[in-house]
């Protein structure tokens, strides 16, 4: 009996680790991924077409805020986020002492140079009133773009941290209104043009694609610095996991799909 007793213990014993060994497979081959809904989980849902095809299921889990999915993937539930740019999560690292890093850019949704009173660049005269958004961050994008048109000329020095106080040249003597962003796509009608940012115009019905004078192009340093990135715990930055996630984010499907339903709000960085 003792003997009998035994080789049932080693038969439930061998069961019970090649079941693990079993799920550990299985698990090995779903992504769990946090995201926003909206571009990243719409985005998401083609890619996960394209892991499907290499073996992959992936498994999206929606957020509504920015803070849950970097704490969420720091206590090792999810196996990558997207929703950010890389500024956002170097403070956030910062501040909560997380460990996250980027995999790598997706895409990036440009600040747009809209017609308020005045339609084209040709129409601005001396005197012409810009709305721009008065957050720092923005506020700087604002103004590299109107540097890259040629409005105005900003100190080089001071980049991403620009405010009006760093243009060096404004030969047209452009007035700047700073509003909130929220506020700019309301602000169209009182002023001659108005820098909107990607979300708050595609929320206005205004796509920067088809209705801006001007945006930013994929290769300018605003778009550089802040494209949406995946976000992944440090040292996952190659797994196989990451990988196969990169590889289907920036496969040609998900880029014309990203290309054709957005048509310029939102622009992939491959």
Known sequence: MKKLGLVVLVSVLGLALFSGCAAKGTDDKTIVVGASPTPHGEILAVAGEVLKEEGYTLE?????DYVQPNLTLENKELDANFFQHLPYLEDFNVKNNTKLVSAGAVHYEPLGLYPGKLKTLDAIVDGSTIAIPNDTTNEARALLLLETIGLIK??????LEATPKDIIENPKNLVFKELEAAQLARSLPDVDLAVINGNYAIEAGLNAGTDAIAKEEKDSLAAQTYANIVAVRTGDE????TLALMKALQSEKVISF????????VVPMS
């Open 60 to 64: 999206v889990k929606e957020f509504t």
């Open 154 to 159: 900003v100190d080089p020095n001071v980049g």
């Open 238 to 241: 190659t797994s196989e996991k």
């Open 258 to 265: 990203i290309e054709s339903n957005y048509q310029g709000a």
